[in-house]
């Protein structure tokens, strides 16, 4: 398993492997995502109930199933970083965060855009909505000790015990709607006795879901990868300023 990890971390294996990747993924997200949005706007049915505000929902639900999937692999990452001290780990971590709060974000906003129709409000301190706020600061806890950290190691270690720390939250949003009455709805898709969903709506869910989980990958990508390039050139201009001064 180390070995495995060893190898896959390898930043220069990395970058290369990447690089080949990056295309085919940026051309695959965006035909799912062209095809998820017209199965969503156009070719899908309004709901008998809510008419045309459920389409709010093939951006709300993707929107926050990557709130939590994003956080849950920031968290796996940071632990991989502090038990095989591995910098890749720590540099995904830190790409994946700002793209994890803009989802919460997005889920958050769609959500209270779609709450005001069915609800009567924006916004309630309903169990769900509270635990996904909470995720939202988390997220914005992670980036800010990132950035009043200067020494990467330092940074790395700091934020990885913040982040295994914050995942605590994440069976209380899984499960709030099971330990709590709330006017959040329970699940309608993960469910053992199949989905309550008709298949005109949820294919076109599956598909936006597919869609922005790919695009969140690639984007992970390019953060990372970002990240890489740019200790590179901070190493670069330290070794220079080094050889200069002697």
């Known amino acids: 398993m180390a070995k495995s990890i060893q190898r896959f971390a390898n930043p220069a294996r990395f970058m290369a492997l990447s690089g080949a990747v990056l295309p085919w993924a940026i051309a ?6 062209s095809v998820g949005l017209y199965l969503a706007l156009i070719a899908s049915p309004p709901d008998y109930q809510q008419g ?5 929902m093939y951006v709300h639900v993707p929107s926050a199933w990557l709130a939590s999937a994003g956080y849950a692999s920031m968290a796996l990452a940071c632990a991989v970083g502090l038990i095989w001290r591995h910098p890749l780990a720590f540099a995904s971590a830190k790409a994946m965060a700002p793209l994890g709060a803009a989802f919460t974000f997005l889920a958050l906003v769609t959500g209270s855009l779609w709450g005001k129709p069915m609800w009567g409000a924006y916004w309630v301190w309903d169990a769900r909505l509270t635990s996904v706020l909470v995720l939202f600061f988390i997220y914005l806890g992670y980036i800010a000790l990132w950035e009043v950290i200067e020494d990467f190691g330092r940074a790395a270690r700091a934020t990885s015990v913040f982040c295994l720390a914050g995942a605590v939250n994440l069976p209380v949003i899984r499960f709030s709607v099971d330990w709590w009455n709330t006017l959040h709805q329970p699940a309608s898709v993960a469910r053992l006795d199949g989905p309550a969903i008709h298949p005109s709506i949820l294919t076109p869910l599956l598909v936006m879901a597919v869609g922005f989980t790919m695009l969140f990958l690639v984007l992970t990508l390019v953060r990372t990868r ?10 670069l201009e330290m070794q220079q300023a080094q050889a200069g001064g002697m």
């Open 226 to 235: 970002t990240e890489i390039m740019q200790r590179r050139a901070a190493a």
């Open 28 to 33: 695959a997200t965006a035909l799912t995502l």
């Open 52 to 56: 045309e505000t459920v389409r709010m």
